[in-house]
């Protein structure tokens, strides 16, 4: 049985790829998610208002920490020293917010999981910072926005 998903083995089971035959390349990963909410929402948690404290500095910091333990929350992911991780947060609109992480490493293996979890998590605890004053925000356009390096080559989302 080949289903062409690397993750699974000729009798479709679930394993972690072996990547010991792999080149050492310089990989990098951006990511993105958007919170949406109320105008009144998005100001108050891009002006530093919220009673809970900085959220834009308190979601940076979770993204890092949470690209960091990637292999640890998804279960096939192999753990990767990382050389960087950053995430940026800003305005999109009066009503959202862009969440960008960028994840790089010399490896084996690339870190777009890496991205996506920073971006996701970040995304996720402005939502929980703010969730007193609009529960109904909701984070969405959780997408890899580019890749680089590796043996598949690069990546790059069009609009």
């Known amino acids: ?15 972690i790829v072996d990547i ?7 990989r ?15 100001a108050t948690i891009m002006g530093g208002g919220l009673k ?3 959220a834009l500095a308190v979601a940076r910091i979770a993204g890092i920490m949470a690209a960091k333990k990637t292999a640890e929350l998804i279960p096939l992911c192999h753990p ?8 940026d947060i800003s305005g999109a609109s009066n009503t959202s917010i862009r969440v960008v992480a960028t994840a790089e490493t010399t490896g ?22 703010a969730k007193a004053i609009d529960r109904a925000m909701v984070v969405s356009e959780m997408c890899l ?5 590796g043996k598949s080559g690069d990546f790059a989302r069009t609009p």
Not at 31 to 41: D, H, I, K, M, P
Not at 80 to 87: A, D, H, Y
């Open 145 to 149: 926005v580019e890749k680089s390096g």
């Open 108 to 129: 084996q293996t690339g870190v777009e999981m890496e991205a996506l979890i920073a971006a996701s998590t970040a995304a996720l605890t402005l939502y929980d910072m």
């Open 52 to 54: 809970k404290g900085d």
């Open 20 to 26: 010991g035959d792999k080149a050492v390349t310089r």
């Open 80 to 87: 990767i020293p990382l050389t960087k991780v950053s995430v």
């Open 28 to 42: 990098r990963a951006v990511a993105q998610a958007v919170l949406s909410g109320q105008a009144e929402t998005i």
């Open 1 to 15: 049985m080949t289903s062409g998903l690397t993750h699974l083995n000729e009798k479709g089971e679930a394993h």
